[in-house]
């Protein structure tokens, strides 16, 4: 009887052992995350049940094994009843085995319920940085948007209106007075062009802007865009810019479907910033057929060029080439680009650029080709076909 309580308080002991074992791996594997606050999350319930197999593998083999000796001399040497000296201990034991099987299956579902509510909280944190940057930016997008009509609306009336007062001041030579209105026409164009951007902009951001597709020649629309150019690298007094215009189309290939507002005002703006951007060197343009199915328009300068930070943001409202250089010391509102890249995209086309800071920068688009000449030849070989 007295070997069957040692045997008994041995395994107690081994079984308190094992729980305090439990305990102790489950509290080293407790974390705090800053996601859900103060919670207590287990990070793993691996340990946990390494324990206690671990435990159910040494009493199953160690302690039976190390055994044997006493149960041979307490039943048949001292003729101790082997189901008594065995009973308290194994209802013990078995009591002992449920309540560690409870406590890692209870911990085993606390921690996967706290780890989908982690995983729900980081998502909530995600979406909250995100609606967070959108506000800033939208906020950041206000104040430069007032900044900027207060800038570049009041800039050309102060010349206009300043240019008016000396008009009608008496004693004013033909020649001044012809400089006075070339000066108020550029500063009143300059005015619209401000004015029509952000009109177009608001358009594009709401999806109000329809396509309005023509036939028309590719080559016309090059010499209206050099000539605006030429007056615009006069008014610039930019002289030292020459102006090259390269097509790689036929005869046969220059007329096209599209919306050609869309594209003079794209082309405009890009060759206007090159122009800008630019204090020597050249400004080319050229365009040619690429996969027979898309027209590709390119702009290269010579200027500053764009650093490759900027690169990322260089299509966005408000933004020019080196905000913390250029932004004031060169004119615009920093909408001509987002307007481009809007106007390509309803096109179905696709812009980007190449830049190298100090040596300038080419900026490429492409609309889908629709040739005229495609159309007729499909209707001539209709009309053959019927006779």
């Known amino acids: 009887m007295i070997l069957g309580i040692k045997r008994m308080s041995k395994l107690l002991c081994a079984k308190f052992l094992s729980i305090a074992m439990l305990f102790v791996y489950v509290s080293s594997y407790y974390t705090v995350y800053p996601s859900i606050g103060n919670t207590m999350l287990i990070v793993s319930i691996i340990p946990v049940l390494l324990t206690y197999w671990a435990f159910n593998l040494y009493y199953a083999i160690g302690v039976q094994l190390l055994l044997i000796a006493h149960r041979f001399v307490a039943i048949h040497i001292l003729e101790v009843d082997y189901g008594v000296m065995m009973s308290l201990s194994t209802i013990l034991g078995t009591c002992l085995n449920f309540v560690l099987l409870f406590t890692v299956d209870y911990l085993y579902t606390l921690n996967k319920k706290l780890k989908a509510v982690e995983r729900k909280l980081i998502q909530q944190n995600t979406e909250l940085i995100i609606i967070k940057n959108k506000a800033e930016e939208s906020d950041r997008l206000k104040s430069t948007f007032i900044a900027n009509i207060s800038h570049e609306i ?183 680009l987002a307007i481009s890249k809007a106007s390509v995209e309803l096109l179905g086309g696709k812009i980007w650029f190449t830049s190298t800071p100090g040596k300038g920068s080419t900026f490429f688009f492409t609309i889908p080709y629709k040739p005229v000449l495609h159309k007729k030849k499909i209707l001539d070989m209709k009309f053959l076909t019927t006779n």
Request: aromatic content about 10%.
């Open 154 to 336: 009041r800039t050309p009336l102060n010349a206009i209106i300043g240019f008016s007062h000396l008009l009608v001041e008496p004693n004013i030579k033909q020649e001044e007075k012809q400089d006075f209105f070339n000066n108020i026409k550029y500063s009143g164009d300059r005015l619209m062009q401000q004015i029509d951007s952000y009109i177009e902009m608001s358009n594009l951001m709401v999806s109000q802007t329809p396509l309005l597709e023509s036939v028309f020649s590719l080559g016309e629309v090059m010499e209206d865009l050099y000539a605006s150019a030429m007056a615009s690298i006069k008014v610039k007094d930019k002289a030292c810019i020459d102006l090259f215009i390269q097509g790689e189309l036929e005869k046969d290939e220059d007329k096209v479907m599209a919306d050609r507002n869309k594209l003079t005002q794209i082309l405009n703006v890009l060759i206007d910033n090159a122009i800008k951007f630019t204090n020597d060197g050249y400004v080319k343009i050229c365009y040619k057929i690429i996969n027979e199915t898309e027209l590709m328009f390119s702009v290269e300068d010579t200027g500053i060029g764009i650093s490759p930070q900027y690169k990322e943001i260089i299509f966005d409202c408000f933004r020019q080439g080196d905000e913390g250089c250029y932004s004031r010391k060169y004119e615009g509102s920093g909408l001509g």
